[in-house]
């Protein structure tokens, strides 16, 4: 077990709603990513935190996404205003330095 | 721009017969490469990373630099190695560490 949790597991929602969700890693990850997947594709990176700062985002992160990390602990990523664009699989990862990065097990968005 | 592409996007084979899940990248340092695999309602795990030089579950991968490869081999198969596998790259020397990834091989062992 990898320790990195997240909630909800499944996120229904109707276009145009906010959805958020969150990520928990252990606490010895000082880093933590964002990525999302879509039918087929891989992983694509969306944001990065290494403790509490946000120290890359995506283009892939449009305006309506937004992403913390407080305390450098858990972190939350909200969509207002969902499109069924959004629609995937959104997941989260922790490490520590430039180690191998932990998967959670991922919250599927689906838009209506 | 870094890119990984993994041509096969389902691959059979039957158990005991070697497998080879092909992985090649762009990207104009040097890189450091995984292969990362998911298994039927589980996580997304990493299986090996190049600079380890290691076997796992029986999988090896070289990286080959002339031709920007990095093939998963393994001599005999088994039932349970069917899963998702996913290559992924990340910038050598980058100090953020984020994963650039391929759409995945899914690799289905027969009895």
């Known amino acids: 077990d990898t320790g990195v949790s997240q909630n909800p597991r499944h996120k229904i929602t109707k276009r145009g709603q906010n959805v958020t969700f969150r990520c928990d890693p252990i606490?010895?990850?000082?880093?933590l990513y964002w990525y999302r997947q879509t039918l087929g594709q891989g992983p694509e990176f969306l944001t990065y935190f290494q403790n509490e700062a946000q120290l890359e985002k995506s283009r892939l992160l449009s305006d309506r996404f937004s992403a913390e990390r407080p305390k450098g602990s858990f972190s939350t990523l909200e969509i207002q205003r969902t499109e069924q664009g959004d629609s995937a699989m959104y997941l989260c990862?922790?490490?520590?330095?430039?180690?191998?990065?932990?998967f959670g097990p991922g919250t599927r968005l689906t838009v209506l | 721009a870094q890119r990984v592409t993994q041509p096969e996007k389902l691959l059979s084979v039957f158990k005991g017969a070697p497998v080879e899940l092909k992985c090649n990248y762009s990207y104009s340092g040097s890189p450091e490469l995984f292969w990362y695999v998911q298994y039927s309602r589980q996580r997304l795990q990493l299986l090996l990373r190049h600079i380890s030089r290691e076997s796992i579950k029986g999988f090896t991968a070289d990286l080959n630099k002339g031709e920007t490869s990095f093939h998963l081999k393994k001599p005999f198969a088994q039932e349970e190695d069917s899963a998702m596998y996913y290559c992924?790259?990340?910038?050598?020397?980058?100090?953020?560490?984020?994963?650039?990834f391929g759409r995945g091989t899914q690799l289905t062992v027969w009895p």
């Open positions: 992924a790259l990340s910038p050598r020397g980058s100090t953020l560490g984020r994963l650039y």
């Open positions: 606490s010895e990850h000082n880093r």
């Open positions: 990862a922790g490490g520590i330095s430039t180690d191998t990065q932990y």
